[in-house]
């Protein structure tokens, strides 16, 4: 409710926040009510939002519904891209399944889902792989499938024995490309 939308702006206004630069929603600095209201019935659908109309403020939706929105609004215009910070928390078991499932069908369509979360068992269950950060520093890279949630766990608290060179060097190598690997 404080970073991801506005409260006091309708579901509609919500779901038009990334797309008032798109010519098929503005012209001349005009919006097009018609294809807005289209598109927003459209993502409505797709996503499974329950909301009682495009025009009820956002602030009355449930958690998940909210999330879903939120969703619907930023998968919308095909990022190449997506970083979710806790995507699941305070919403209730269906929504979160939902939710998982479209983050998995994302990266099944080639986009980069990068996941933040405190919820290991999430992270688990959706994860190709984990980068265990302690500090600030990334302690482990480690394989979900092969990986124990204690021995995640552990890491997670600053239990490894040195940082992982080969995790540190794909990250360096990221951030910076000029730069020749070291």
Same mark, same amino acid.
């Given at each position: 409710?404080?970073?991801?939308?506005?409260?006091?702006?309708?579901?509609?206004?919500?779901?038009?926040?990334?797309?008032?630069?798109?010519?098929?929603?503005?012209?001349?600095?005009?919006?097009?009510?018609?294809?807005?209201?289209?598109?927003? @019935?459209? !993502? &409505?659908?797709?996503?499974? $939002?329950?909301?009682?109309?495009? +025009?009820?403020? #956002?602030?009355?939706?449930?958690?998940?519904?909210?999330?879903?929105?939120?969703?619907?609004?930023?998968?919308?215009?095909?990022?190449?891209?997506?970083?979710?910070?806790?995507?699941?928390?305070?919403?209730?078991?269906?929504?979160?399944?939902?939710?998982?499932?479209?983050?998995?069908?994302?990266?099944?369509?080639?986009?980069?889902?990068?996941?933040?979360?405190?919820?290991?068992?999430?992270?688990?269950?959706?994860?190709? @792989?984990? !980068? &265990?950060?302690?500090?600030? $520093?990334?302690?482990?890279?480690? +394989?979900?499938? #092969?990986?124990?949630?204690?021995?995640?766990?552990?890491?997670?608290?600053?239990?490894?024995?040195?940082?992982?060179?080969?995790?540190?060097?794909?990250?360096?190598?990221?951030?910076?490309?000029?730069?020749?690997?070291?």
């Amino acid at each position: 409710m404080r970073d991801a939308l506005i409260g006091d702006f309708t579901v509609a206004e919500n779901l038009l926040l990334v797309a008032t630069a798109d010519p098929r929603y503005a012209r001349w600095g005009f919006l097009r009510n018609r294809a807005i209201r289209r598109h927003c @019935r459209q !993502l &409505v659908a797709e996503f499974d $939002v329950r909301t009682p109309s495009l +025009d009820t403020p #956002a602030r009355n939706l449930s958690g998940g519904n909210l999330q879903k929105l939120i969703m619907a609004r930023e998968l919308s215009g095909s990022p190449a891209v997506l970083l979710v910070a806790q995507p699941t928390r305070g919403i209730d078991v269906a929504a979160s399944a939902y939710i998982h499932q479209r983050l998995i069908s994302q990266r099944a369509g080639g986009t980069a889902v990068i996941v933040i979360s405190e919820d290991l068992d999430e992270v688990m269950s959706i994860s190709d @792989r984990i !980068l &265990v950060m302690y500090e600030g $520093v990334i302690i482990s890279e480690v +394989d979900p499938r #092969a990986a124990s949630r204690e021995a995640i766990g552990l890491m997670m608290v600053g239990v490894a024995a040195e940082p992982v060179p080969q995790a540190e060097a794909n990250l360096a190598h990221q951030s910076a490309p000029d730069r020749p690997p070291a």
